[in-house]
C-alpha cells in the first residue's frame, strides 16, 4: 500500500494497492516485477491534493505552476468551469424531478432538500410513528401508505439510491473535465442523462 498520483492526470489516491498501479503511469506505483517507482507524500506540496489546474510533475518531481503555464490554461481552464456548471443544472435538473417509488408505479415523490430531510426524520422515528402512515407525492397529487418500518426503509431507500446516483455520475463527469488536457477532450465529456 502506497500513495499514488497518475503521471498524466495527477489524479491522487491514497493507501492504494500498488501493483494495480504501474509505475509507466503511477507515480509511487510498482509493476508487477515489484520494481517500485518514488513514493509521493500524502499531500506532496504544502498540504494541498495535487491538481492539474495548479502543479506539474517534472519526472518525480511535483510542483507548481509557472505564471506562465498557469495563463496558458485560463482559457481552457474557463471552458471546463462553463461545462461543469452545465453538468450541475443537469444534476439539479434530474434531482428536482423526483424519484419514482414503486418503480414502474408512475409515483413521483419529491427529492428536494427539505422533502429529504422531512423523509429521513420519518425514517428516524419509523419505529415510533403510527401505521398506515400517508405519505405525498410529489405533486400533491395523492398519498402512499406505508404499512410498516420496512415500507419506510424501502422508501427511503429508493429516494437515497436515486440521489447518489445523480451525484455519482455528476462526480465522473467532472473528474472527467478535470483531467482533460486540451478542449477536444473537454468536448468528448458528454453528459448523456
Excluded: C
Amino acid at each position: 500500500m502506497a500513495n499514488v498520483l497518475n503521471r498524466r492526470t495527477l489524479e491522487y489516491i491514497p493507501s492504494a494497492h500498488t501493483p494495480k498501479y504501474p509505475v509507466a503511469t503511477w507515480l509511487g506505483g510498482m509493476n508487477l516485477d515489484g520494481t517500485k517507482s518514488a513514493s509521493i507524500d500524502r499531500r506532496p506540496i504544502d498540504g494541498e491534493t495535487p491538481s492539474p489546474l495548479r502543479h506539474a510533475l517534472d519526472g518525480d518531481v511535483l510542483r507548481y505552476l509557472t505564471d506562465v503555464e498557469l495563463s496558458a490554461l485560463t482559457p481552457l481552464n474557463e471552458y471546463k468551469r462553463t461545462r461543469s456548471k452545465s453538468i450541475t443544472q443537469t444534476t439539479e435538473a434530474l434531482v428536482s424531478q423526483g424519484f419514482e417509488y414503486p418503480p414502474g408505479s408512475g409515483q413521483i415523490f419529491s427529492m428536494s432538500e427539505k422533502a429529504r430531510i422531512d423523509l429521513m426524520e420519518l425514517y428516524q422515528a419509523r419505529n415510533e410513528v403510527a401505521y398506515p402512515l400517508s405519505y405525498p407525492f410529489a405533486d400533491e397529487s395523492g398519498y402512499l401508505d406505508i404499512k410498516d418500518a420496512a415500507d419506510m426503509s424501502a422508501l427511503l431507500a429508493a429516494m437515497t439510491a436515486t440521489k447518489r446516483g445523480f451525484d455519482s455520475s455528476d462526480s465522473t463527469l467532472k473528474r472527467a473535465l478535470i483531467a482533460a488536457a486540451d478542449k477536444t477532450e473537454v468536448d468528448l465529456v458528454v453528459d448523456e442523462r
